[in-house]
């Protein structure tokens, strides 16, 4: 079975640009999570849905992070105008709901410079 | 504030010797715990959780205990091998499906 599919696996981008992170959860999977690892603050939770909608995303930093799922298998986000504080691994998980463990995706480097 | 701590950044340990990971947390509403193990350029990977109704759960070589008083839960690795040096996740939830709280994660060798 596949499993959870972020593309692209390293963004490097400059400052200012937009940047859109994409993930496919596991197929019959309803809950889907995004997630961010940096060194100074480990892996916080940006944002999470439920059946394609958005739960809780109090994680998410400022107006410059957004995410979409439109359907349920697929989901976005997006980084609008992308700062070098943003340089982080971005993963995506997904879960079905009543289940506690998490399936994590391989994460999408990103680099702002 | 952190509610899920992992207060050791790095642990080492001798091939064949006990591994000893620990982990506390702040919320009482936690009622689910998980250990993650991450390996460089992958996603973290699922390893053993435990229920607030245990306070120990085995698999194999992993075993996880849980003190619900302290609020502290440990990972112990028995033998500890050098496949096993990866960078493990403690992670708790108030409720199964709902969002994983992660702590800052300890980097663990084992040397051979």
């Known amino acids: 079975d596949a499993g959870v599919i972020q593309s692209p696996r390293h963004e490097v981008t400059e400052m200012g640009q937009e940047v859109t992170l994409r993930c496919k959860p596991i197929?019959?999977?309803?809950?889907l999570f995004w997630y961010r690892q940096t060194m100074m603050r480990g892996l916080e939770l940006l944002i999470y849905f439920n059946n394609n909608v958005p739960i809780d995303d109090s994680g998410m930093p400022e107006d410059r992070f957004s995410a979409k799922m439109p359907n349920a298998s697929f989901s976005t986000l997006k980084i609008q105008p992308s700062e070098p504080r943003d340089s982080a691994v971005y993963f995506c998980?997904?879960?079905?709901?009543?289940?506690?463990?998490?399936?994590f995706g391989s994460g999408t480097q990103l680099s702002v410079l | 504030d952190q509610q899920v701590k992992q207060n050791s950044p790095s642990l080492s340990v001798q091939e064949g010797r006990i591994s000893i990971l620990n982990c506390d947390y702040t919320n009482s509403m936690f009622d689910y715990f998980l250990w993650y193990k991450k390996y460089p350029a992958e996603g973290p990977t699922f390893l053993i959780s435990?229920?607030?109704?245990?306070d120990k759960n085995e698999d194999g070589r992993f075993t996880v205990f849980l003190n619900k008083s302290a609020k502290h839960l440990s990972l112990h690795i028995v033998p500890s091998q050098p496949g096993d040096s990866a960078v493990y996740f403690c992670?708790?939830?108030?409720?199964?499906?709902?969002?994983?709280?992660f702590g800052k994660g300890t980097t663990l060798s084992v040397s051979s």
């Open positions: 435990i229920s607030s109704i245990k």
């Open positions: 998980a997904s879960t079905q709901t009543g289940v506690g463990k998490l399936f």
């Open positions: 197929s019959g999977h309803n809950s």
């Open positions: 992670a708790a939830s108030g409720q199964a499906g709902t969002a994983l709280i």
